[in-house]
T-cell receptor, first 112, second 108 residues
Framework: EAGVTQSPTHLIKTRGQQATLRCSPI?????VYWYQQALGLGLQFLLW???????NRGNFPPRFSGRQFPNYSSELNVNALELEDSALYLC???????????FGEGSWLTVV | GQQVMQIPQYQHVQEGEDFTTYCNSS?????IQWYKQRPGGHPVFLIQ?????EVKKQKRLTFQFGEAKKNSSLHITATQTTDVGTYFC????????FGDGTTLTVKP
């Protein structure tokens, strides 16, 4: 069974551009979570989707947004990129809210 | 919302020494999960604890959930260089809150 898959693996953007990151959860999982991990730092919660709805968001500006599709895959959009947005973006999924979450390998976003 | 705090932030040990990281919350937790993230990698699920006072073992790793379900610990016996990484505790009440992690380095 495939785990959580994310694309692209690496992405380089210039300041002011937009970035779109994609995530496919484990088959059957309805909840998808997004985290930002700056180099050497902890996991900062970004967004949680379940059954196509945004259930919670972390303390990030509105230019961080996303959505969950009917097949439970998700995408994270970051508009007006800033240098500080350079980080590893991790997607995770769980069978249902409250269940164990499993991470993908992440997408490295570099803003230059 | 639920928050979890981890200590210590960093731990450097000699290979063969024991290691313990602690996770604390001011509120009662419904569950606690532990993850390991190797340098350059992504967090990998280790275990989940649900019951008050629960103790689980995985080879040299021992996980405990406090009686009041407000704290948890991960203990590694006789560390090896393969144990290096950052260990995170987390609680999933939907939002999935992670502690800041304890980074373990092991000197051969």
């Amino acid at each position: 069974e495939a785990g959580v898959t994310q694309s692209p693996t690496h992405l380089i953007k210039t300041r002011g551009q937009q970035a779109t990151l994609r995530c496919s959860p484990i088959s059957g999982h309805t909840s998808v979570y997004w985290y930002q991990q700056a180099l050497g730092l902890g996991l900062q919660f970004l967004l949680w989707y379940d059954e196509g709805e945004e259930r919670n968001r972390g303390n990030f500006p509105p230019r961080f947004s996303g959505r969950q599709f009917p097949n439970y895959s998700s995408e994270l959009n970051v508009n007006a990129l800033e240098l500080e947005d350079s980080a590893l973006y991790l997607c995770a999924s769980s069978l249902h809210p409250g269940n164990t979450i499993y991470f993908g390998e992440g997408s490295w976003l570099t803003v230059v | 919302g639920q928050q979890v705090m981890q200590i210590p932030q960093y731990q450097h040990v000699q290979e063969g020494e024991d290691f313990t990281t602690y996770c604390n919350s001011s509120t009662t937790l419904s569950n606690i999960q532990w993850y390991k993230q190797r340098p350059g990698g992504h967090p990998v699920f280790l275990i989940q604890l649900v019951k008050s006072g629960e103790v689980k073992k995985q080879k040299r790793l021992t996980f405990q959930f406090g009686e009041a379900k407000k704290n948890s610990s991960l203990h590694i016996t006789a560390t090896q260089t393969t144990d290096v990484g950052t260990y995170f505790c987390a609680t999933n009440a939907g939002k999935s809150t992670f502690g800041d992690g304890t980074t373990l380095t092991v000197k051969p």
